[in-house]
């Protein structure tokens, strides 16, 4: 049933671009693990080992603060229509924020979205498969258009204001440097 990969095949690349949702699963050494769902169009496969995805500004910034400890992150895609499959990558990733100078270049691969606040690179050392049998038939109909809105309605120094008061530390207390170094 379950197979494993050193990369992303071709194949399981079409699999990938297909999905509308994945999720994120991260922790830190000690504390709660997160698991965090993603959609809207924020997620590149640069090449079989590499993924990018676009961190938009949430309720928390776990991910961010996790990573600051342990690199350590898989990706979950499951297939909600057609064939079963479930897909994770796991791998080691690190975080870029606007003042990083690798944000001009990263961002650029996703069409501006409002509330953009860090940009996730996964070097890819396990591509796994498993059947997904059990994982019910979903229907996509269209995207969320809530946080964009808000973003939006919300502009820079709101945002701003925001990640200061919601985004600096995890729920364990663990800082997320979005306003350091």
């Known amino acids: 049933m379950a197979k494993r990969y050193s990369e992303i095949t071709p194949k399981l690349q079409t699999f990938i671009s297909q999905q509308h949702l994945f999720f994120v699963g991260t922790a830190a050494a000690d504390g709660r693990v997160n698991v ?3 959609g809207m169009d924020t997620l590149r496969v640069l090449s079989p080992q ?6 938009l500004t949430g309720s928390g910034n776990e991910t961010a603060a996790h990573l600051l400890e342990n690199p350590r992150m898989t990706l979950m895609f499951c297939a909600l229509a057609g064939e079963p499959l479930i897909l994770r990558l796991y791998g080691q990733a690190k975080t870029f924020h606007p003042r990083d100078p690798e944000w001009a270049k990263l961002s650029a691969l996703f069409e501006p979205l409002p509330g953009a606040r860090q940009v996730i690179d996964i070097q890819i050392d396990l591509v796994q498969t498993s059947c997904g049998m059990a994982v019910p038939y979903y229907a996509f109909q269209g995207e969320r258009e809530q946080l964009r809105d808000w973003a939006i309605n919300k502009g820079k120094a709101g945002l701003n204001t925001y990640w200061q008061q919601k985004n600096q530390v995890s729920i ?3 800082p997320t440097q979005i306003f350091t170094e």
Not at 50 to 55: P, R, S
């Open 36 to 38: 965090s769902p993603k």
């Open 172 to 174: 364990d207390g663990k």
């Open 50 to 55: 590499q993924v990018v995805w676009l961190n």
